[in-house]
């Protein structure tokens, strides 16, 4: 029968043991310590019985050479039915899973399972005895695995009977559905038998009456129940039987939802939370008698993600939950057999937070007084307030051995939460002494003797001053600004220009008016209120309703301290506010660092235009003025007009030159009498067009790299100077010559000769080019005879066949004319060594790129110097 409720009281409320320690000194601890311990009692050790070994006798008159076995008589003996050993041992214990191997290597491993019937084909029974493994494993604690072999015999054909030649049948498993039905198919236990013989007959078997199945119910047998079937056949005179079991598997739950308390830890406006140990419940949620540990129980926040399986909650700790909430129970059952095993998320821990002892309101306990540095203040008139007409034992009370808790408190204090709530560290006296300036956080705990359920609640203990003073700022009326909107009313925060009402300076030469930081205005409707000290909410102060253009006031002000402080200065002030509009506009670009681009066609600056577009909801005109950064001798910077007015041209600038730009607006004409409206502004860094970058070139352009190979090619690397000092690529595609733009900045195989090369902003289509050459020769040759550097050439231009290369010594005589294919100049001229120095060189060929270019065919001409070592 399902149960809507199911309060578990005492042992179960959260307050419950975590490691053995309970936070919050929570009734039942003690019945949940006992508990634990009892089921923490080492259990005996289970001892795993050893298998029966099975002798089956050959199917009579058979040709093919099949033999079956069933296996599970190792488990449960065929003619006996025992399940133990010959030791009084379990073969398979309660809280045990089983299954059959060929190889003691599978079975420890659980791997390669074999079909409970064993069919072998073409038996030779000269191979008998077979060995086989039974594995056997805890499904509480999986490492406990027990592998033991046993023999399959063949029985000797004399005086083998039919009952030794069939094969029993494996027992069937089914779970149950909503109606606690399952269904069977029976055809195969009925033609297997006896090796497919058609003479078996099936019968359902209640205590001593058997019941023979008619066809239809061998082909789908229903049932709400385990049912015994019993397999007969009759064969030239002989009769056998085998017996097997239907079991319909269902989930012994026991259909309630327990519900745990806990003591209130948190709160916020919308609910009361606590902290409640779910883990002990779940003996609760199953049928009375159930092993909790044969069951795999998991916590859910929702009921989807228990069907999910998905989300599964901690229960090693205590879950924090909200009053009136649950979560739901996700329970399968780990001896289950049934290919699709039930799975219950019907039931729920419910949560429910016991109610504190309430504490009224505390008044702060605070003196003023500046001369003094320090004061003792009393608290036990805070007893009274708290105790609220209960009565409060007194520690001496509470020690007695007769004392009775019913209806009593105790009342503690503490210098911080964390001791409040873990009782401890309690404050010692009634006297607390502060120092000037402090307020110090008092915290109290009221606890029920009855059922240690606890509130905790502060106040401040403070020494202040008593020499403060309101500035007067009665000639003050405190401007605001604010976009209009279409109804004109609007609301502001006084507390904008509270500093001036303060006193506090914003200069490190000029004190403060008051000897404190720790301070604040309080605001008053009138006159009245100030006199009364019937303050504002700050809801009011921080939301005070005023009408677009109005001037509102007087307003009363005083300065006080801040909480936990009682002090106040004798005199307040009073001040008016105003509020105007704001120009509402848009600038453009909204990029604050747009780009100049440069035509590369025409190498023209394509300009920055900025632009400020107005958004006024009444359709007031604006003026704008725009400033440029420049610097003086000294380097500093200053706001340079360079355009101003208030005609409608002037809200658009256009920009040709990179820099610092500033755009203020204003109203033309003021929209309210008596109040000044506010402008906005807008700083924009327009950087300079990008450049092209070739890594490795010199001031000419030129890369003279020696990675030039004998095809005259090499790596070149690009990238971006992007109104910066370091190149960037990030943003940017590349190009050379006529070649598609790439991603990468690298390009790979790139001639001799003289090249351009491309880059294009992603985004913008800003793109730039550069002009850069490639060529490479050796720095420097050394003709020593050691067959390394020996001559000088330049192996770039092999792919040149017209190139020709002239040596000449500083003085400009020629020493040398070749071509790169020979193997070079040897540093002799007319057969004389010349001397270790600088010679120079010029090379000439003719352009020869891979792709169309106007260039190919072009000649070409190189000129440097190099050095000769020796």
């Not at 074999?114 to 509480?140: G, M």
């Not at 002000?557 to 307040?572: H, I, L, P, Q, Y």
């Not at 658009?652 to 906005?680: H, Q, R």
Request: hydrophobic share 35%; aromatic share 10%.
């Amino acid at each position: 029968m399902w149960l809507s409720l199911f309060v578990l009281s005492g042992a179960l409320s959260v307050g419950a043991v975590v490691g053995g320690i309970n936070p919050y000194d929570y009734i039942g601890n003690k019945a949940i310590a006992e508990v634990a311990s009892e089921q923490e009692e080492p259990k005996p050790e289970v001892k795993v019985g050893k298998p029966h070994d099975i002798e089956q006798a050959l199917p009579k008159n058979t040709a093919s050479g099949n033999f079956r076995v069933f296996l599970g008589e190792a488990i449960k003996a065929r003619n006996t039915g025992v399940t133990i050993d010959a030791e009084g041992n379990a073969i398979v214990p309660a809280g045990y899973v089983y299954s059959f191997h060929n190889t003691p290597n599978e079975a420890s491993q659980g791997t390669n399972k074999i079909n409970e019937i064993l069919y072998i084909d073409k038996f030779n029974p000269a191979s008998a005895p077979l060995t086989k493994y039974l594995r056997v494993q805890s499904v509480v604690d999986p490492t406990k695995v027990t592998v033991t072999a046993f023999l399959i015999k063949v029985k000797p054909e004399e005086g083998a009977t039919l009952n030794d030649r069939v094969t029993g049948r494996p027992d069937q498993y089914k779970s149950a559905d909503d109606k606690g039905n399952a269904t069977f198919v029976l055809l195969e236990d009925k033609n297997q038998l006896y090796y497919g013989n058609s003479n078996t007959e099936l019968y359902k078997v209640d205590g001593t009456v058997k019941t023979k199945l008619t066809d239809a119910e061998v082909d789908k047998f229903t049932t709400n129940k385990n049912q015994v079937i019993e397999a007969k056949i009759i064969l030239d005179g002989e009769t056998a039987t085998r017996q097997f079991t239907l079991y319909v598997e269902t989930l012994k739950v026991s259909g309630v939802n327990p519900v745990l308390e806990s003591v209130e830890t948190r709160r916020d406006k919308d609910n009361r939370y606590g902290n409640f140990n779910v883990k002990p419940t779940i003996p609760a949620l199953l049928a009375a008698g159930e092993n909790p540990d044969y069951y795999t129980i998991t916590f859910h926040k929702t009921t989807a993600d228990a069907i999910a399986n998905k989300e599964a909650l901690d229960i090693t700790k205590p879950i924090e939950g909200a009053h009136g909430t649950d979560v739901t129970a996700r329970i399968s059952y780990k001896l289950a057999k049934s290919a699709n095993p039930i799975v219950s998320t019907a039931q729920k821990v419910k949560f429910t937070i016991i109610d504190k002892p309430t504490i009224p309101a505390l008044p702060n306990v605070s003196y003023c007084d500046s001369k003094i540095a320090s004061y003792s203040l009393t608290i036990d008139g805070q007893t009274t307030v708290i105790a609220d007409g209960r009565p409060i034992a007194t520690e001496e009370e509470m020690t007695k051995p007769d004392f009775d808790p019913k209806g009593k408190y105790s009342i503690g204090y503490f210098n911080s939460e964390e001791d409040a709530i873990a009782n401890t560290n309690k404050i010692v006296g009634v006297e607390i002494t502060v120092n000037l300036d402090e307020a110090r956080k008092i915290w109290t705990r009221l606890t029920s003797l009855e059922d240690n359920n606890f509130n905790t609640a502060f106040f401040y203990a403070s020494l202040g001053y008593d020499n403060l003073k309101t500035v007067n700022v009665s000639n003050e009326t405190f401007e605001y600004c604010q976009i209009e909107n279409a109804s004109g009313n609007s609301t502001i925060n006084l507390r904008t220009y509270e500093n001036a009402i303060l006193g506090k300076s914003s200069f490190t030469n000029i004190p403060d008016t008051n000897p404190t930081k720790k301070i604040m205005a309080v605001y008053y409707k009138d006159e009245a209120d100030a006199l009364a000290d019937k303050r504002m909410p700050d809801s009011l102060v921080t939301a005070y309703p005023i009408r677009m253009g109005q001037v509102k006031g007087p307003i009363y002000t005083r300065v006080v301290m801040t909480e936990g402080f009682k002090c106040m200065a004798d005199n307040f002030s009073t001040f008016k506010v105003s509020l105007s509009t704001s120009v509402k506009v848009k600038f453009f670009p909204e990029n604050n660092k747009p780009q100049l681009c440069m035509n590369t066609d025409t190498n023209e600056i394509v300009p920055v235009v900025l632009s400020v577009e107005n958004e006024d909801v009444e359709g007031r005109a604006v003026k704008v003025s725009w400033f440029k950064r420049e610097y003086d001798k000294d380097n500093k910077p200053y706001w340079n007009p360079v355009q101003n007015g208030d005609k409608l041209e002037y809200i658009v600038k256009t920009i040709t030159e990179a820099g610092d730009y500033l755009a203020l607006v204003d109203f033309k004409k003021e929209p309210y009498d008596g109040v000044e409206s506010c402008g906005d502004r807008y700083e924009w860094t327009v950087k300079a067009p990008p450049k092209v970058v070739v890594e490795g070139a010199d001031e000419t352009g030129m890369i003279n790299s020696m990675e030039v190979d004998e095809k005259g090619e090499t790596m070149v690397r690009l990238g971006v100077l992007d109104g910066g000092t370091s190149t960037v690529t990030d943003g940017y595609e590349f190009a050379i010559d006529n070649s598609a733009f790439q991603p990468s900045s690298q390009f790979y195989n790139v001639p001799i000769g003289e090249h351009v090369a491309y880059a294009r902003n992603i985004k913008t289509g800003c793109s730039a080019s550069i002009k850069f050459s490639v060529f490479g020769y050796p720095k420097y040759f050394t003709p020593n005879g050691d067959g390394y550097n020996d001559t000088w050439n330049i192996p770039g231009l092999k792919g040149h066949n017209e190139a020709r290369i002239y040596i000449y010594d500083k003085s400009g005589r020629l020493l040398k004319q070749l071509s790169p294919h020979t193997e070079g100049w040897d540093g002799t001229w007319n057969g004389k060594q010349m001397p270790s120095t600088d010679y120079w060189f010029t090379v000439e060929f003719v352009n020869d790129y891979k792709t169309p270019d106007e260039r190919n065919g072009r000649k070409v001409s190189y000129k440097g110097h190099f050095s000769l070592k020796r």
